[in-house]
Nanobody, 110 residues
Framework: HVQLVESGGGSVQNGGYLKLSCTASASTYAHYCMGWFRQAPGKEREGVATIERDGSTRHADSVKGRFTASRDNVQNTLYLQMNSLKPEDTAMYFC?????WGPGTQVTVS
């Protein structure tokens, strides 16, 4: 069982930036494909980015060119750099290994 904890959320203005982090409890994290997801009020959870064990990434069209997922397998940490934030990016952001989920971190863009 891997425990995941997100951090780095906050409130920013339109066009601002944030960097989210997700720390995993187990060193086996390095063997997992990981993902960033988000859920806005009244909407379904959606995928934002996935990152494979080797660091290769895929990003949703809605964030492509603005968000960048990365990972540090030594620090057991996943990152999501979010630039040029828009109000529609407002959501709770989660990381996951597709079996376990963190509690989420809130991002609000106004």
């Amino acid at each position: 069982h891997v425990q995941l904890v997100e951090s780095g959320g906050g409130s920013v203005q339109n066009g601002g930036y944030l960097k989210l982090s997700c720390t995993a409890s187990a060193s086996t994290y390095a063997h997992y494909c990981m993902g960033w997801f988000r859920q806005a009020p009244g909407k379904e959870r959606e995928g934002v980015a996935t990152i494979e064990r080797d660091g290769s990434t895929r990003h949703a069209d809605s964030v492509k060119g603005r968000f960048t997922a990365s990972r540090d397998n030594v620090q057991n940490t996943l990152y999501l750099q979010m630039n040029s934030l828009k109000p529609e990016d407002t959501a709770m952001y989660f990381c996951s290994d597709f079996n376990n989920w963190g509690p989420g971190t809130q991002v609000t863009v106004s």
